[in-house]
């Protein structure tokens, strides 16, 4: 019998939903969480702001890093305390789980890049505008160190059933509220479904390099806002589009947020739907 799929941060969005599909896969698998306990396959308590506490299985053959703390403004707000987390540590597990036989899959972003043009390539240079994006392109350009095998899976931005904006945004329109979207902050939509079986799909074959994940287009949220209010038969009027400069400061407000997704479209065979089509499968779950 093989080793499992070690799934760390098995209790977050993705690492849920990845446990998920190993288990319909037949694929055995481990999962860690901050709190421990029993989960499908088995669960390890790992925090990864306590290494000292972390409970690792012995052996492994694919390693998923689905935790970090995510948030920007909380990394922008408190880069030392993210930084232990989302750099150093991860490093640090990298090795732990490299000595251990397993092949290190570490989730990035589209933020180690700028968002000056569209479609970034893969090996484009990385130049990240935000907190959050500078300790993921760290983590990138370090992890060879830390692991004799990785793949790097760049995420553009990932949608599903639970995330907190379209909850706030079906609410609001559910009781009549008001919806303040941005026109000039873009996002290049994923769906979760289509996420973690790629994923799943590099863990598995142990695919080694650089995947980037990402649909041809992105949208503003003022057109998703518009778009989610349509499907649900809510007033268009309840819908506010607005410059961003209007209601908050962002670290950074890309002109593009697509990446080249052309070796995941060729190799995995992973269609990538438009924004309407991963709103229909977001809403419909």
């Given at each position: ?6 799934v760390?941060g098995?209790d ?6 990845l ?39 012995e ?15 909380f ?28 092949l290190?899959?570490?989730l ?44 790097i ?16 945004w ?27 079986r ?19 287009e ?41 990446l ?22 977001v809403?419909?779950?």
């Amino acid at each position: 019998m093989s080793d499992p799929i070690l799934v760390v941060g098995g209790d977050g969005l993705i690492g849920r939903a990845l446990c998920l599909e190993f288990a319909e896969r037949g694929e055995g698998f481990v999962a860690t969480s901050r709190r421990g306990g029993g989960r499908e396959g088995g669960a390890h308590r790992l925090d990864l702001a306590r290494p000292e506490e972390w409970e690792l299985p012995e052996s492994c053959r694919a390693a998923v890093l689905c935790a970090a703390a995510t948030r920007l403004d909380f990394c922008r707000d408190h880069p030392g305390e993210a930084r232990r987390i989302n750099v150093e540590n991860t490093l640090k597990l990298s090795r732990a789980l490299s000595d251990r036989g397993a092949l290190v899959v570490f989730l990035s972003t589209n933020l180690v890049f700028n968002g000056d043009t569209p479609h970034t390539p893969a090996d484009a240079p990385q130049d990240p505008r935000t907190v959050y994006g500078e300790m993921k392109a760290e983590v990138e350009q370090r992890l060879s160190e830390h692991a004799e095998r990785s793949a790097i899976v760049r995420l553009s931005k990932v949608f599903s059933p639970e995330m907190p904006l379209l909850t706030d945004w079906r609410n609001a329109l559910a009781t009549g509220g008001r919806i303040d979207a941005f026109t000039d902050y873009r996002c290049a939509p994923i769906d979760l479904a289509t996420t973690v079986r790629a994923i799943a799909d590099v863990a598995v074959g142990e695919r080694e390099g650089v995947w980037q994940l990402s649909p041809a287009e992105d949208v503003s949220y003022a057109e998703v806002a518009a778009e989610v209010a349509r499907r649900l038969g809510a007033d268009p009027g309840q819908v506010h589009a607005i410059p961003s400069s209007d209601k908050t400061t962002l670290e950074h407000v890309p002109e593009h947020t697509t990446l080249d997704a052309s070796r995941a479209r060729r190799e995995l065979g992973l269609e990538f739907p438009d924004m309407p089509a991963v709103l229909d499968r977001v809403l419909e779950s």
